[in-house]
């Protein structure tokens, strides 16, 4: 049935393309860089783009669920439904992602579990920027494997927005309350967008009752964004953010013992960054961010007086970046100081403090030649100073084809769990583990013309000092090493086409393939790992979207082969009718073949779900 389905929107493809009238005129997206803001095509990175166009056509309501349909991005959930979720990019760990939130770090010091803990909703999203490869040279600290951008969209209308939704398995609890599974939701939004400023507002509220025995949970998140333009050469953006998400845990870090458990994780984030031009050639940017993160978690939900974790963290960070026009080239100089902060039961109270000094230098060599070279230099007050060069290059071949290549190291220094986590008998720290250091080089080409894009790439990459939570047996707890280095040879390749067919008609398909091959060395067999059996070997994403007058049918399709799982194949559908009057419903069809599987652990994720949804979108 599954091979049917796939060959049938295949076919559905082929007979649409006979009949291309026109082709869809997309805007230019510009990468926001630290620096050196570049347009996508003449970006010399391996870089993907989901814009909002197919954010609000795939069949998801979260930022969690959008991410699964990025190329190369491995999110693995524990709690679906924007509950809980590690990402990770091409074979590396959740701890070597970097998530930015328009251009603003997002790194939790306590540990990686709680990054996608973010208050923006995906209504608010322009897009998600997928930098591929190791990327200290522009973003700093725990890019070894990626970075993910999270852009939010500038209003351009005043008016108000309203969504609510209603989700279930009709499958029934039957090992507590014998209810049917559900969930539910209700969204409000208002932008007010003036010449000089603009402004907008979410409040979300999301409560289900999960989808098996105690995963049932209640999200809570406020975003408030404002932009001032005090002339053209000076502007200000600030955001304020705050999300409280409560969920059943059972099963996440210590199964089968923590049946019962539950968590609460409470994020404040508050953000001003500005632009100044000062001269034709003279840019300043400074910024300055705070995030506040509670993470209570209780191994016994109904007895907090027994194995319960509180941790406090604060994290204030400041960052000043410029940029120098040449008469050939640009120069990109920055700077960056971050205090981190964790006061917890489980971790004690530990400070550190992390200084990066950024410099870079683009230019095109030749008319068909660009060169981007530079280096971030760090210092941290637990390892000392480090420098991380970097390369890219590209080679535009014809003006449809791009040849690229790059060479680029990072490093990602260890959370407060890493080091000093003691959860017995389930997790310890361990205060002798180093930053893991990582280098990679990657060579492909871009192929644009018209409605068809076409890119491929193949890269290596060594990581050493490997952070991974290991044991001999299992009546021992899990705890933090330098696991041995990990090598990885990959390859990956997206084609992409999107067309006007006929009257009131247009279509848009993609398709991407990722295969990893990644060796551990100077590792003690000996040893359980927690993590680095994980990884995907292969990864097919492919979706599909038609619409026909006000009419949309999307497909999304995801095939993943883990390094020890097995395969599993996954399919959702989301069919949306926008009316003339603002109105738009729409049905999604979840795991349609209502397939078994898991992501992280032996957590298994929802059999198939059906939700039905009303929009008014008046913005």
């Known amino acids: 049935m599954r091979k049917v389905t796939v060959v049938l929107l295949f076919a559905a493809q082929s007979i ?43 069949p998801v309501r979260t930022l969690q669920e959008a991410l699964q349909y990025a190329t190369g991005v491995d999110l693995r959930q524990r709690g679906p439904f924007g509950s809980q979720a590690d990402i990770s990019m091409d074979g590396g760990s959740f701890e070597q992602t970097l998530i930015l939130l328009n251009g603003i770090k997002v790194m939790d010091q306590q540990t990686a579990h709680n990054a996608l803990n973010l208050p923006v909703p995906l209504e608010a999203i322009d897009r998600i920027e997928v930098v591929r490869g190791p990327a200290a040279r522009v973003y700093g600290n725990n890019s070894l494997t990626g970075v993910i951008n999270i852009v939010t969209h500038k209003p351009k209308k005043t008016g108000v927005f309203a969504h609510t939704y209603m989700g279930t398995n009709f499958e029934k609890d039957s090992e507590d309350t014998g209810k049917t599974f559900t969930n539910r939701g209700i969204q409000f939004g208002a932008n007010l967008a003036e010449d000089k400023h603009q402004h907008q507002l979410y409040a979300t509220h999301d409560w289900g009752s999960g989808y098996r025995y105690n995963t049932a949970f209640e999200n809570n998140k406020l975003y408030y964004q404002g932009n001032f333009q005090f002339n053209n050469e000076n502007s200000l953006a600030a955001s304020y953010g705050y999300v409280k998400n409560g969920f059943g845990a059972n099963g996440f870090y210590a199964a089968p013992g923590d049946k019962d458990s539950k968590e609460i994780v409470e994020t404040t984030m508050v953000s001003l960054q500005s632009k100044h031009k ?3 050639r003279l840019t300043l940017a400074p910024r300055v961010s705070y995030r506040y993160n509670f993470d209570d978690y209780r191994y016994f939900k109904n007895n907090l007086n027994s194995a319960r974790s509180k941790h406090y963290s604060n994290a204030i960070a400041g960052e000043i970046n410029s940029t120098y026009q040449l008469n050939k080239g640009q120069i990109g100089i920055g700077a960056e100081y971050r205090n981190e902060q964790i006061n917890s039961t489980s971790i004690k109270n530990h400070t550190r403090e992390n200084v990066g000094f950024y410099a870079e230098y683009k230019t095109d060599l030749t008319d068909k030649l660009n ?8 210092y941290n007050s637990q390892y000392g100073w480090k420098a991380f060069p970097g390369i890219d290059a590209s080679y535009a071949v014809t003006s449809n084809l791009k040849l690229v290549a790059n060479a680029g190291t ?4 260890p959370s407060f769990n890493d080091l000093y986590l003691d959860q017995r008998p389930g997790n310890i720290g361990n205060a002798e583990v180093i930053s893991e250091k990582a280098f990679q080089t990657e060579f492909g080409f871009k192929y644009n013309k018209r409605n068809w894009n076409f890119n491929a790439y193949y890269f290596y990459r060594s990581i050493t000092d490997f952070i991974d939570w290991v044991r001999l047996t299992t009546n021992e707890p899990w705890q933090a090493n ?8 990959g390859f990956n390749t997206k084609v992409s086409y999107q067309a006007n067919l006929a009257a009131n008609q247009s279509l848009r398909f993609s398709l991407s393939y990722a295969y990893l091959d990644p060796t551990f060395s100077n590792v003690d067999d000996a040893y359980n790992s927690k993590y680095k059996i994980e990884s995907l070997k292969h990864q097919i994403i492919n979706t599909i979207d038609y619409q026909v007058k006000n009419t949309t049918v999307s497909f999304a399709n995801r095939f993943n082969t883990r390094q020890s799982y097995k395969s599993y194949w996954i399919t959702d559908i989301r069919i949306n009718h926008s009316f003339k009057n603002n109105i738009s419903i729409y049905a999604d069809a979840q795991n349609i073949f209502n397939t078994t599987y898991n992501e992280a652990g032996a957590i298994p994720l929802p059999s198939r779900w059906l939700t039905v949804g009303v929009k008014f979108n008046g913005i």
């Open 16 to 58: 649409f393309a006979q009949n291309v009238n026109d082709t869809i005129a997309i805007g230019e997206v510009s990468i926001l860089d630290n620096r050196l803001n570049t347009p996508l095509s003449k970006e010399n990175r391996n870089i993907y783009v989901i814009d909002k166009t197919q954010l609000d056509k795939l």
């Open 482 to 489: 330098n696991f041995g280095d990990l090598k990885t040879h």
């Open 371 to 378: 060169v981007n070279v530079g280096t971030y230099v760090n």
């Open 410 to 413: 990072s490093q990602r220094i």
């Open 278 to 280: 000062l001269s034709n």
